[in-house]
């Protein structure tokens, strides 16, 4: 996988968001585990096809998995994205990534 995007979760975890292993042209997401030595866990570090998590998501909400409260925060995330697309629907990949790094930038600062 070629990362794009990765924000951190724990000192040994973080999410990736980039071009997948089986086609550079689709993007993937995996929730990446480091191991005991700090080098990247493959066996524990599935990478999904972007085009999967809807159906994913989707799944785990009908078989009664997902809390309110965190459906509430993907209602909440989905519709500023829903925003956000509309403003910047012609923007390339890379002004994408450059755009979510600035504002995780800016983010970090504020805190």
Not at 9 to 22: A, N, Q
Not at 56 to 67: D, F, G, L
Not at 85 to 105: C, P, R, T, Y
Request: with cysteine; charged share 25%; proline share 4%.
């Amino acid at each position: 996988m070629k990362v794009l995007l990765s924000k951190p979760m724990s000192p040994t975890c973080s999410l990736e968001i980039g071009l997948s292993t089986w086609d550079a042209n689709e993007m993937s997401i995996r929730l990446r585990f480091d191991g005991d030595d700090g080098r990247f866990d493959p066996r524990s570090s599935s990478e999904i096809p972007m085009l999967s998590l809807v159906d994913i998501v989707t799944y785990a909400i009908k078989c009664h998995q997902v809390s309110t409260a965190d459906m509430a925060k993907i209602i909440e995330a989905a519709g500023a994205e829903v925003d956000w697309q509309l403003k910047n629907k012609d923007m390339s990949l890379d002004q994408v990534v450059a755009s979510v790094k600035q504002d995780e930038s800016a983010a970090l600062k504020g805190k």
